[in-house]
């Protein structure tokens, strides 16, 4: 079956740091790729997505290329700042396996410090 | 998009009794999903609540002991039954929208059993 697999955690870096959170994946067919982030006390939000084969979905400072070959799709910021820390889980889901259910990773915290 | 309500955000209980939790979405949707999301882990998918069917349970869960109901495409209730301190958890809704493969999640309700 589908499977998720994200860097374990956590992790900790200080303001302005680069940041890579790992995500590996397994699946038939032709997934959808997507980040998520929960920060503290709330449910998750989508952070982005990719539906295809070297899309390159961003947002926030935030992105992730969905590389097939490696099956593959690692999340990276430039520079993060002590707002992005969070909790951060990949996922991936298809409309045509699975029931339509998504298959998340075990998600990743990430802290920020000053 | 979707904007999801939980209600209540948050409950202690007593051993033995029974919770209700309430998912409103702010529009129609077709399949909805309750996820149990342990502190520090991540998301276990319950159920799978489609409109005018009945839910489909996930391997660990039964329906005497997390009854669920989807009288219409913009809400649904899940029940916790004959709770123990084990059932302590966050309790997320989460519902993904016609063709789109993102899902959209409510804040979660935060149960504490004692």
């Known amino acids: 079956g589908d499977s998720v697999t994200q860097m374990e955690g956590p992790v900790t870096l200080s303001e302005e740091a680069f940041l890579t959170i790992n995500c590996t994946y397994t699946a038939t067919g032709y997934p959808s790729l997507f980040w998520y982030v929960q920060y503290p006390g709330e449910g998750l939000q989508l952070l982005l997505k990719?539906?295809?084969?070297?899309d390159k979905g961003s947002n926030k400072g935030f992105e992730a290329t969905y590389r097939k070959e490696t099956t593959s799709f690692h999340l990276e910021k430039g520079s993060v700042q002590v707002s992005d820390s969070a909790v951060y889980f990949c996922?991936?889901?298809?409309?045509?396996?699975?029931?339509?259910?998504?298959?998340f990773g075990d998600g990743t915290t990430l802290t920020v410090k000053p | 998009s979707a904007v999801i309500s939980q209600k209540p955000s948050r409950d202690i209980c007593q051993r033995g009794t029974s919770l209700t939790i309430q998912c409103q979405v702010d529009?129609?949707?077709?399949?909805m999903f309750w996820y149990r999301q342990q502190p520090g882990q991540s998301l276990t998918l319950i159920a799978t609540?489609?409109?005018?069917?009945?839910?489909?349970?996930e391997s660990g869960f039964v329906i005497d002991k997390f009854p669920i109901s989807r009288p219409n495409l913009t809400f649904s209730t899940l029940t916790v039954s004959n709770m123990s301190p084990e059932d302590s958890s966050i309790y997320l809704c989460?519902?993904?929208?016609?063709?789109?493969?993102?899902?959209?999640f409510g804040p979660g309700t935060r149960l504490t059993v004692t």
């Open positions: 989460s519902v993904r929208i016609g063709g789109i493969h993102e899902q959209y």
């Open positions: 996922a991936l889901s298809s409309l045509n396996t699975n029931a339509g259910k998504s298959t």
């Open positions: 990719a539906t295809k084969a070297d």
């Open positions: 529009s129609q949707v077709t399949m």
């Open positions: 609540a489609n409109q005018g069917s009945e839910a489909t349970y």
